[in-house]
């Protein structure tokens, strides 16, 4: 069964920190890269981060040195720790893979406010 659920969202302060995670189906998971996305009304879903099978990752400009993407091989999870957070990281944030799964889970909003 397909499966991807994101979780760990809220409501935090500009300079916060949330962590975000993501259970994934071992169908998903085992596949060459899994990635966080976010989007926010009208605009395209962006890719955020990346992780490689194994432990090379990607970052988007505008959140490198602020998140860091990490895996739980064993957990079939995907993690998102997201530090300094500003208000332009609001958005509903989504786990997928590359290749790409066919399948959006609910995402997690995250709401960076004062």
């Known amino acids: 069964q397909v499966q991807l659920v994101e979780s760990g969202g809220g409501l935090v302060q500009p300079g916060g920190s949330l962590r975000l995670s993501c259970a994934a189906s071992?169908?998903?998971?085992?596949?060459?890269?899994m990635n966080w996305y976010r989007q926010t009304p009208g605009k395209q879903r962006e890719l955020v981060a990346a992780?490689?099978?194994?432990?090379?990752?990607y970052y988007a400009d505008s959140v490198k040195g602020r998140f860091t993407i990490s895996r739980d091989n064993a957990k079939n999870t995907v993690y998102l720790q997201m530090n300094s957070l500003k208000p332009e990281d609001t958005a509903v944030y989504y786990c997928?893979?590359?290749?790409?799964?066919?399948?959006w889970g609910q995402g997690t909003q995250v709401t960076v406010s004062s």
């Open positions: 997928d893979s590359t290749p790409p799964s066919g399948y």
């Open positions: 992780i490689i099978r194994g432990s090379t990752t």
């Open positions: 071992g169908s998903i998971f085992s596949r060459y890269a």
